[in-house]
């Protein structure tokens, strides 16, 4: 009966061994999802403003050089393409930015298991580097961070959403882009009516 004993338990401390790799494992996959989704995320970010950067100064080019009015039609293209790009960058950076941000709550979760966010050497006499004897693997920046939301579906939303962070400049930035395509239009619209007029006018004086 104790040898019975001793093979169940020997059984259950495999299994709580397996469980540990198994988490380890799942870390370093969590871990590098992460950093693909930020990277994937910068990649999008660069090849959009490349984009609109190209977009903006050829109209604004376009414009200066422009001399009669039908030479301003095939301008108005120019900010057409930079309101519909602007509008998709915006769409299609937040979904990498979500993938990243659910990426983080699923690291979270699997440090809470791993035990990295419990305080470390709760006993030690240590007084002059608490810091690196008692303190969690994980931060306490990141900790606080993740009290923002009661589930990770309510702390994606609560990044997603804020205007001060690394998303949000980037919104700010397409946004600007946006509003500078629809002013380019109607300045692009509006010099090619004037100098139609302009030219009209010449034809019956």
Same mark, same amino acid.
Not at 63 to 79: D, E, Q, R, S, T
């Given at each position: 009966?104790?040898?019975?004993?001793?093979?169940?338990?020997?059984?259950?401390?495999?299994?709580?061994?397996?469980?540990?790799? &198994?988490?380890?494992?799942?870390?370093?996959?969590?871990?590098?999802?992460?950093?693909?989704?930020?990277?994937?995320?910068?990649?999008?970010?660069? #090849?959009?403003? $490349?984009?609109?950067?190209?977009?903006?100064?050829?109209?604004?080019?376009?414009?200066?050089?422009?001399?009669?009015?039908?030479?301003?039609? =095939?301008?108005?293209?120019? =900010?057409?393409?930079?309101? $519909?790009?602007?509008?998709?960058?915006? %769409?299609?950076?937040? %979904?990498?930015?979500?993938?990243?941000?659910?990426?983080?709550?699923?690291?979270?979760?699997?440090?809470?298991?791993?035990?990295?966010?419990?305080? @470390?050497?709760?006993?030690?006499?240590?007084?002059?580097?608490?810091?690196?004897?008692?303190? =969690?693997?994980?931060?306490? @920046?990141?900790? &606080?961070?993740?009290?923002?939301?009661?589930?990770?579906?309510?702390?994606?939303?609560?990044?997603?959403?804020?205007? &001060?962070?690394?998303?949000?400049?980037?919104?700010?930035? #397409?946004?600007?882009?946006?509003?500078?395509?629809?002013?380019? #239009?109607?300045?692009?619209?509006?010099?090619?009516?004037?100098?139609?007029?302009?030219?009209?006018?010449?034809?019956?004086?």
């Amino acid at each position: 009966m104790f040898a019975s004993f001793i093979d169940q338990f020997d059984y259950w401390l495999l299994l709580r061994t397996m469980e540990k790799e &198994d988490l380890f494992t799942l870390y370093r996959l969590v871990i590098e999802q992460e950093e693909y989704f930020l990277t994937e995320h910068q990649k999008r970010i660069a #090849f959009y403003v $490349g984009l609109l950067s190209t977009l903006i100064v050829g109209t604004v080019a376009g414009i200066y050089y422009a001399k009669n009015w039908y030479h301003f039609v =095939p301008l108005v293209v120019g =900010p057409i393409l930079i309101v $519909g790009i602007a509008s998709l960058a915006k %769409r299609g950076t937040t %979904r990498l930015y979500q993938r990243f941000l659910e990426t983080i709550t699923i690291l979270a979760k699997v440090e809470e298991d791993l035990g990295l966010t419990q305080e @470390r050497n709760k006993d030690s006499k240590v007084s002059d580097i608490r810091w690196v004897t008692s303190e =969690p693997f994980v931060t306490k @920046r990141h900790m &606080d961070s993740r009290a923002e939301g009661k589930t990770s579906k309510d702390w994606v939303d609560v990044h997603l959403t804020k205007k &001060d962070n690394y998303h949000g400049v980037t919104m700010n930035l #397409f946004g600007l882009a946006h509003l500078l395509g629809w002013l380019l #239009f109607a300045f692009t619209v509006s010099i090619a009516f004037i100098k139609l007029l302009l030219a009209l006018s010449h034809l019956f004086l």
